[in-house]
Structure formats: structure tokens, C-alpha cells
């Protein structure tokens, strides 16, 4: 029998194309282990691409485009990195006002890799420790953040990894702060 933990919990995986491949796809499954309702919310409808391995990877669906997603439907969202993906979501007014409306509601999020950019646009991470791909670390500094070469850090809900090879570790702590729910 599959684990029942996030039973009645709706989660949002904000991305568009250009997301590390692993990192969205690898949340989605233990989240759907965990009996979460999953939805791929994306700026595009229909598809987005992924990144493997220096070059695209695979096609996505999108569950919900943001134009019609309503953040207070949801209980947690992940952020997944790749390099493409966050930098074209932190342009978006839409994207950062989504994941706004988390970090105010104190709302669970899960970020890894570069997912932590947009956190910075949505003003979540200041005074918060946390983890990410090295080449964020000044970034995170510059707004506030505690950051940490680890390969995972939980902070009140937020729950940050560095890279693909963290993802066993970030799946088991991001099901875990999901369960708690609002911190």
C-alpha cells in the first residue's frame, strides 16, 4: 500500500522550460508516493521542455497554466532549478506573485538548485537558512539569506538543496515539512 502521508494535500510545481529534468520529476514521484495531488503549474499551457545532461531532455505536461492557478488552492509548492527555468519565472510577475503568496501564507516550499532565485524576487529569503547551487550563494547573501554548503537545509518550512545528487535527501525532508503543513 502506498504511503498515505500527504493524503488531501495539493501541491504546485511551478516551472517552465529549462527545468533540471531530475529535479522536477523526481519530486513529482515521491510526492505522488506520498499521496499528494501534484499539479505542474507553468506561465505556458500544453508542454514544457526539460534540461538533461547539458542539452533538452524531456516534455512535460502542464497540469494548470498560471493565469488560471489561484495559489490559495495550494499547500505547498516546489521549485525546481536548472538554470533556464528560474531566471525566465523571476521575470514574471505572475511567477513571483505565486510564490509570494507561499512565503506570506507560511506555506511549505521546496526549493533546489537554482529554484532558490525566484524566492529572492518573492522576498523569501531573508534572515532564512538555506542551501542552493554554488553560484547562488552570493545572491542569497545579498538578500538576507543564511547560507549553507549542505546537502540539505530546512529553515520553518523551506526546505533547500543544491543539486540532482541531493535529491534523496530533499524529497524525504520536502515530504516531511509538507506534512507539518503552515509553519
Not at 531530475?22 to 499539479?39: F, M, T
Not at 490559495?72 to 531566471?87: C, E, F, K, Q, T
Amino acid at each position: 500500500m502506498p504511503n498515505q502521508t500527504l493524503a488531501g494535500r495539493k501541491v504546485a510545481v511551478l516551472a517552465t522550460d529549462g527545468f533540471e529534468q531530475s529535479e522536477l520529476e523526481k519530486p513529482v514521484e515521491a510526492l505522488k508516493a506520498a499521496g499528494a495531488q501534484v499539479e505542474v503549474v507553468s506561465p505556458k499551457a500544453g508542454q514544457i521542455k526539460g534540461w538533461k545532461d547539458h542539452d533538452w531532455g524531456s516534455a512535460v505536461a502542464v497540469d494548470r497554466e498560471l493565469a488560471e492557478a489561484d495559489a490559495a488552492s495550494y499547500d505547498a509548492i516546489v521549485l525546481p532549478g536548472g538554470v533556464l527555468n528560474p531566471d525566465a519565472l523571476r521575470l514574471q510577475p505572475k511567477a513571483i506573485a505565486f510564490i509570494r503568496h507561499f512565503v506570506t501564507e507560511k506555506k511549505p516550499i521546496a526549493a533546489i538548485c537554482h529554484g532558490p532565485w525566484t524566492l529572492i524576487n518573492a522576498g523569501g529569503v531573508e534572515g532564512k537558512h538555506m542551501t542552493s547551487w554554488p553560484s547562488l550563494e552570493m545572491d542569497l547573501r545579498n538578500a538576507g539569506a543564511l547560507w549553507t554548503d549542505r546537502e540539505v537545509v530546512v529553515d520553518q518550512g523551506l526546505v533547500t538543496s543544491r543539486k540532482p545528487d541531493d535529491l534523496p535527501a530533499f524529497c524525504a525532508k520536502m515530504i516531511e515539512e509538507f506534512a507539518e503543513g503552515r509553519h
